[in-house]
Each structure stands twice: as structure tokens, then as C-alpha cells.
Nanobody, 122 residues
Framework: QVQLVESGGGLVQAGGSLRLSCAAS????????MAWFRQAPGKEREFVSA?????YYGDSVKGRSTISRDNAKNTVYLEMNSLKPEDTAVYYC??????????????????WGQGTQVTVSS
């Protein structure tokens, strides 16, 4: 049974930083592209970042975020800096088989975590 468990969310002031973690189990982690999406209230789920052989970033976080992974720990991270109130959302971790290539579309991801709330106060 595949599980993706996010952690690291919370309340942070604008301009601050957070590091989200997603621990995976039940899959061969190195065989998967790992991604982060987010969903703000009343909005569609939005691509944030993914790591296949290289990193990909959505325009809204480009230059402020870094995705990384530790295959020995089956964990993917998302470090976000210079946080803005508009970054407030539930952040989800997702996995897609690496051989399928990169995608920014949520429907292309096979496994999902339950999400972790990030709230940025102004």
C-alpha cells in the first residue's frame, strides 16, 4: 500500500520560510517523479514543483522554492522562501512513475498525500 505523508506546514509570517517534507512508503521511491501541488480555498489545484531527473517549478514559486529528494530516506522536500500571503494553501505531495515523463497536470499523478496546511500571514 502506497502512502505519502506530508509534514512541515504551519503558520508563518510573510517573508518567512518553510520546508515541507513528504515521506513515501510502499513504492520504489527512486522510480518515481515526485511533485508538489497546492490548493487554496475556492481555487483549483495548482502545480508547484516536481523532481524527475531535474527540477521543475511553477511560475508562482519559481525563484523562491527549491525541491530536493533523499532517496535513502524515501523523502522529498520543498523549501519555500520569501513567502507571501498568496502562498496560503494546502500543499500536497504526489508521485508519478519516472518512465512516464514529467507532467504539471494533477491528473497525471498516481499517488497523493493528504496534504499539509501552509498559512502565510501578512
Amino acid at each position: 500500500q502506497v502512502q505519502l505523508v506530508e509534514s512541515g506546514g504551519g503558520l508563518v509570517q510573510a517573508g518567512g520560510s518553510l520546508r515541507l517534507s513528504c515521506a513515501a512508503s510502499g513504492l520504489t521511491f527512486s522510480d518515481y517523479t515526485m511533485a508538489w501541488f497546492r490548493q487554496a480555498p475556492g481555487k483549483e489545484r495548482e502545480f508547484v514543483s516536481a523532481l524527475r531527473w531535474r527540477a521543475y517549478y511553477g511560475d508562482s514559486v519559481k525563484g523562491r522554492s527549491t525541491i530536493s529528494r533523499d532517496n535513502a530516506k524515501n523523502t522529498v522536500y520543498l523549501e519555500m522562501n520569501s513567502l507571501k500571503p498568496e502562498d496560503t494553501a494546502v500543499y500536497y505531495c504526489a508521485a508519478r512513475p519516472r518512465w512516464q515523463g514529467f507532467s504539471y497536470r494533477e491528473y497525471d499523478y498516481t499517488y497523493w498525500g493528504q496534504g499539509t496546511q501552509v498559512t502565510v500571514s501578512s
